[in-house]
């Protein structure tokens, strides 16, 4: 180690340790995506391709495989520009809900639970994203501004058949109604469940591009639904979506559930494992 200090020097040992950390912080971004399967079946075709460019007097090849080295780049974006976008947006992070904003929050989302299960009851379908960390700015300046204290009578009101902008997504921000009528990103994935409406696949498509919460009430068969992460919590009863809401949103020390479960499961996964621990 000290022979490979002294050929190297500590700047260059830094300049590793900086591409290293860059390189697996890339990996964890796209791990379990779409994106990693791309990069992987990209690495091995390139792999494969060079090597036998090397080994083999194969001049075209050889020649393809330059070029495609010189433009590396312009190929990453072109792929990647979905999982690019959502990389960058993740870095224009605010804190979720200050301690100034908690007893606002904390009733904003009492609001919300009476809402969806008012709702619910009724058979009227409803979709709500929550903020968390990523600003949904870009959604709810395409929506119509509301900028309102979170009630139970406000939110049923807008999902009302009869309103005009019931077809949307309102949005919440740090508490308070940001905006309704909002249009959402669809879900890309292809292996969504057939029976899930517009609704369904416009939560699953701002979850997996943002870490928003969305919440939808089914208008066929009234289940209350949270996802989170591009993942689904379904058929939630007005006490597991409190609970799960808090879980996920709430910062007070009160609040939080320690779970004993392994980094490898998802959050959809240690709120099924809180919720069934919960009842028991």
Not at 85 to 102: A, C
Not at 126 to 150: P, Q, T
Request: proline fraction near 2%; glycine fraction near 4%.
């Amino acid at each position: 180690m000290s022979e490979l200090y002294q050929k190297l020097g500590h700047w260059a040992l830094i300049d590793i340790a900086i591409i290293a950390m860059i390189i697996y912080r890339l990996l964890l971004l796209i791990r379990g995506t779409r994106a990693m399967q791309m990069v992987l079946g990209i690495l091995m075709t390139v792999g494969f391709a060079f090597f036998i460019s090397q080994v083999y007097p194969l001049t075209t090849l050889k020649w393809l495989m330059d070029k495609f080295y010189s433009s590396i780049l312009i190929i990453i974006v072109i792929l990647f520009q979905e999982d690019i976008r959502r990389v960058l947006s993740r870095m224009g992070k605010k804190t979720v809900f200050q301690s100034q904003e908690q007893a606002s929050s904390r009733q904003a989302l009492d609001e919300i639970v009476r809402a969806a299960s008012s709702l619910a009851s009724k058979k009227v379908g409803a979709l709500m994203v929550i903020e968390r960390n990523i600003i949904l700015s870009r959604y709810v300046d395409i929506g119509i501004l509301i900028d309102a204290r979170v009630s139970k009578e406000l939110l049923v009101s807008i999902f009302h058949p009869t309103s005009p902008i019931h077809d949307g997504a309102v949005v919440i921000q740090q508490g308070r109604l940001a905006a309704a009528g909002c249009f959402l990103p669809l879900t890309k994935d292809e292996d969504v469940d057939s029976n899930y409406g517009t609704r369904h696949r416009a939560a699953l498509g701002i979850s997996q591009d943002t870490d928003a919460i969305a919440l939808v009430v089914s208008e066929e068969t009234s289940a209350v639904s949270v996802m989170v992460d591009g993942h689904i919590l379904k058929n939630l009863d007005q006490k597991d979506l409190r609970k799960t809401l808090r879980r996920l949103l709430v910062s007070d020390a009160e609040d939080r559930v320690e779970l004993k479960t392994p980094k490898k499961l998802t959050v959809i996964d240690k709120l099924r494992k809180y919720l069934k621990r919960s009842k028991s």
